[in-house]
Structures are given as C-alpha cells and as structure tokens.
C-alpha cells in the first residue's frame, strides 16, 4: 500500500512460517456458535469457519498478504500485478498453472464473473469496493484489466486483487443468495470433505493443489486433516478442550486464562500454554457514548463521564490485572499519537480546524483517566463535576440535575452478554456516586445487533479492530457520511469535517511517513472528541493446543496464525 514490498521478487518462503514442516496428520480446532452454509460470501448465512481467506482452505484470492507487513500482497492466483502511479487501473496476469479442485484451470472469465457477481449480490462491503471500478475486461484468457479511474482510490488495486475467485462453471447465480451446504469448489489447498450441519466441517487436503510449491504457500497448510467442532456455549467449548476433543484454542477470558487451566492435561504436558506477542495495533475496546442523543452532544459531557471509569480497580478485581489500559484508537504500534507530540505535517492537516484537537493531545501528554485504584477516587469525581458544571449541570440532592430544566442526567446502557452487563454495572456504580444513573439493560443478540443498526442505544460496548494499515474502512466507522446511514459501524455518531479530512489525507497518502502522520491526526481528533470510553486491551494473545501441535519459532506481525501450524507426529 505504501513504499515497496518487504520481500525480494526471488523469496523462496514467507518470514514467518517453517518451509519444511512436517505434513500429514490432522489438527482438530473448536469454535463457539454453529453455520449453515459454506458460501463465505453471500448475505444471508453464518458461513462455515475458515473456508475463505485470509484462512483461505478452500477459496483463494487474486494475490495473497504476507502477514509481516501492514499491507503488501504476493502473487497466488495472479503472477504479476500492474498499476500506474495514480492507480488508475490495475491489470492481473493469472498464474497458467493454476487449477480449481475439479481440475479446471482458473481463467479471465471466472475473475470477471466473480467481480460482476459479488457486485450484484455479494455482502455490502464487497458491493460497495466492486462497484467503484469503472469497466473490467479480459485481453485474453489469462489477462484481467480493471479501469479505476475516477474512483480516487488508492486501495482499490489491493482491494481487487484480495477478490476471491469463484468458478463460472460451478457456480449458479440465480442460487448464490440462498444458505448451501454443498460443498464449493476452490481453488485452494484443501476440498470440504465432510459436514455435519451446525456441528463440524472437515477439510481434506486437495493432493493435486497447484500452488503448494509456490513461495507464497510453501510452509503452510501442513495438515492433511483440518476439522472445526461447534459448541452452544462458551463453558461447553473450554470443558471440550480440557477433555481433548479439539486441540487449539485462542483464550479471551483473562481469568479463565490465569486461574482456569491448572487441569490434568496442562499439568502432565500434553496441553501447553503458549501467549503470543502482538505486534499490531489493539484497536479500540470502549464504552462508547450515542452523540446523537442530545444528553451527550456536549464533549464536556463525554469526557466528565469518561473520568469516573475506574480502570485499576475494575483491571484488579475483574479482570486478575492481565489487561492494560487502552490509550490510543491505533494502540501499540507506530500509529498511535498518545506519548509524541504532532508532527509538522500533522500540525498542516489539522492547522484548518482549529480547536478540533486539544492542545494537551496535540502535544501527546494526555493520558485517560487514572485513578488511586480504590473504586472511590474523589479527586477524579470532583474533575468530573467541574466539567459537568461548565456544562450546564448542578448536583441537588444528590441526583445530577440539568440546571436549566431540572431534568435528571440519566440514561440506558446496552448489553447483550453478561460480561458486558457486568463492567457495566460496575460503572454504573461509579456514576451514582456524581448523580448520574445508568440503568444497565440486558438484551438476546437479535434485539441487540438491531437496535445498534438503527442507533437506538445511548452507551454500549464496541470493540473496533485496528488494521496496521488503516483504509477505507475508516469512512464507515468515523465519516460524517456514514453517521445516519443505518447499519454502519459509527457506533458513536461522529461527524467532523476535520475527520473527514484527515481520512481522506490518509488515503491519499502515498510515502509511509505521510501516511502515519495522517493516521495520527485521526487519532488525535478522535480522542478530542471523547466520542468513548477507552477500556483495555490484551498483550498478547492467549493460545494453548495439544503438545503435539507445533507452530513456527517466529511469529508475525499480526501474530497467531493457524495455517501455519502443524502436528509433530501423526
């Protein structure tokens, strides 16, 4: 995406993988839910775990990421890749060699079908990327040409080229939209072998994949078995793992991880516990304020608030001290702006908005809220109060009243799992202690997902995932666009010309250096505008799996990946 990729054009394998790892065996993982189709792409469906990228068992895209860098992609399908300066077109070559499962070679025909497929029908994200290419065309039977112009962006060619690639002659685009069992063809390394709905999905490695030699897989896809069990619960899932029945599972539950696996497995060796660093930035786990909702339109407000979240004694208590507080919507990498003062370029970008950023952010000394970790600071609660003073509010009785109207400060917090209901009512309860009341609601995942797509909430938790290479997908969560289009990840209703600005200075960018100081100014204006509550991240990744299944001495920079695993005996 930006400057010239890590790996010279003769690399015999990707950074962070075991070239010669042992093959064969199986390796059993356990997931929480269920599925009911194996079409990763359409709307409707839960589709069945890792059978598309960037796992990738069973369909494959145009070219491939290698997970060491923030975003630079190596050929897999297409052999070579072409785009001017201005990216104003891009033009693939395929690879002659590369076959679906049925044997049938991967053409131009099959990338413009899929391309005009998933631009009809295909999940909205994909509608909305395809639908920017102006014209597509195949030259001949290994060549595709897409004409970009007018689209002014410049990830649209890495956007295209991780286009899956369906098959033409497999594929029914009058059925595309309905859930499906049947097992697909791909184009990649393993076939579905078995499926019991809603219960399992095995894969069975393709003995004729044609890209297993290629440096981009060489190393990867060790097993000749991979099988993905579904349990209801998440109780059901751990006690599966502790008896065996599947061997490798990612931890999400920081107590469980310190104080849940002292069991007979783990104690005589044959499970392992294995943390792995992450590189990347954490994102933004937050409690996050709905600013359409006139009770928080002002920033005084937000940040007030804000200052009663007592993260040391929720961290202690909770949690057993294994998070750290988030600081940053790009936490732990080189984007985020807490800790550095702006940069002059940065200082450039935000110099038409003044006021939009504080000047205690703009110099990278803010910090959220610290507490004395005793669930009762005073000295945060009587910041608290000043701010909500200047904002209009006046403590009487002890309830916090609007001054002007009398009407008490209080609201409703959206949960839909227990454990957000209880770091909510734990803030709640910090809250009473200025006034404030915060009814904490309980509701099925259904009613959940749908009021948050109609914006009908005054404070959830949200949690949003941050790429080392942040795009388009900004637009969605913090662009003024997006703040009143239904189902759209701004959660917190911003819209600020300068955000804008400083997203679109972010997609322009073309120099790496000029890219971060753009992520670092969003970064900047959104923590200006209080617009959530930063709550905590994990260090590292949680992972334990049966001691017979190995993965590499080095890990990547977006950390664990299960493709690169493999069983040390079979």
Do not use: C
């Amino acid at each position: 995406m930006h400057g010239d990729p890590a790996l010279p054009p003769d690399f015999q394998s990707l950074p962070y993988v075991r070239a010669d790892a042992p093959r064969g065996g199986r390796i059993v993982f356990g997931v929480q839910g269920t599925f009911d189709t194996l079409n990763p792409y359409a709307v409707r469906g839960l589709a069945a775990q890792a059978i598309a990228p960037p796992t990738g068992l069973v369909f494959q895209s145009l070219m491939a990421r290698s997970f060491d860098e923030p975003f630079s992609l190596y050929g897999l399908i297409a052999e070579t890749i072409d785009t001017p300066d201005d990216r104003s077109w891009v033009t693939f070559r395929l690879n002659p060699k590369a076959r679906f499962s049925d044997g049938r070679p991967v053409t131009a025909e099959d990338i413009l079908f899929t391309w005009d497929l998933l631009k009809r029908k295909g999940k909205p994200n994909l509608r909305s990327w395809y639908a920017k290419v102006k014209k597509a065309e195949a030259p001949d039977a290994l060549t595709v040409h897409f004409d970009l112009s007018g689209s002014e962006d410049r990830e649209l060619p890495l956007i295209l080229a991780l286009m899956p690639v369906l098959p033409r002659h497999a594929t029914d685009p009058d059925a595309f939209e309905q859930t499906s069992l049947v097992p697909p063809v791909g184009s990649g390394p393993y076939v579905v072998a078995a499926v019991k709905p809603g219960e399992s999905v095995t894969y069975r490695k393709n003995p004729d994949y044609w890209a297993k030699d290629l440096p981009i897989s060489r190393g990867l896809y060790n097993p000749d078995e991979i099988r993905f069990d579904y349990y209801r619960d998440g109780a059901s899932l751990f006690e599966a793992f502790k008896g065996g029945l599947y061997e490798v599972r990612s931890e999400d539950n920081p107590t469980r991880w310190v104080n849940g696996y002292d069991f007979a497995a783990v104690r005589d060796g044959r499970v392992v516990k294995d943390p792995v660093p992450v590189e990347t930035a954490k994102g933004m786990n937050a409690l996050v304020f709905n600013t359409r909702r006139p009770l928080f339109a002002d920033v005084r407000v937000r940040e007030a608030l804000g200052l009663l979240f007592d993260f040391t004694w929720v961290n202690r208590t909770l949690f057993s001290s294994v998070y750290r507080r988030t600081e940053s919507y790009f936490e732990g990498s080189e984007l985020a702006s807490t800790g550095r003062p702006a940069s002059a370029l940065e200082r450039k970008l935000l110099a038409p908005y003044p006021g939009a950023v504080r000047p205690d952010i703009l110099e990278g000394e803010w910090r959220p809220s610290n507490s004395d970790g005793s669930g009762r600071d005073r000295e945060q609660a009587r910041r608290a109060l000043h701010l909500l003073t200047e904002a209009g509010y006046v403590l009487q009785d002890g309830v916090l009243q609007n001054a002007a109207t009398g009407q008490p400060f209080a609201f409703e917090f959206l949960a839909s799992s227990r454990v957000q209901e209880r770091l909510a009512l734990n803030f709640a309860n910090s809250l009473k202690r200025i006034g404030v009341t915060m009814k904490v609601r309980l509701v099925d995942d259904v009613q959940y997902w749908r009021r948050l797509s109609d914006f009908d909430y005054d404070m959830i938790q949200y949690a949003w995932g941050a790429s080392p290479s942040p795009g388009n997908e900004q637009y969605g969560r913090w662009g003024s666009a997006s703040a009143d289009r239904a189902g759209s990840l701004n959660y917190a209703g911003a819209r600020s010309a300068a955000i804008d600005a400083a997203i679109e200075a972010m997609l322009a960018a073309r120099a790496h250096d000029d890219f971060v100081d753009s992520v670092r100014a969003l970064d900047r204006l959104l923590l200006s505008g209080f617009y959530v509550v930063p709550l905590f991240n994990q260090p590292e990744q949680w992972i334990a799996h049966a001691a017979a299944v190995k993965r590499p001495a080095r890990t990547a920079l977006f950390g664990f990946l299960p493709e690169t695993l493999w069983r040390e005996s079979h």
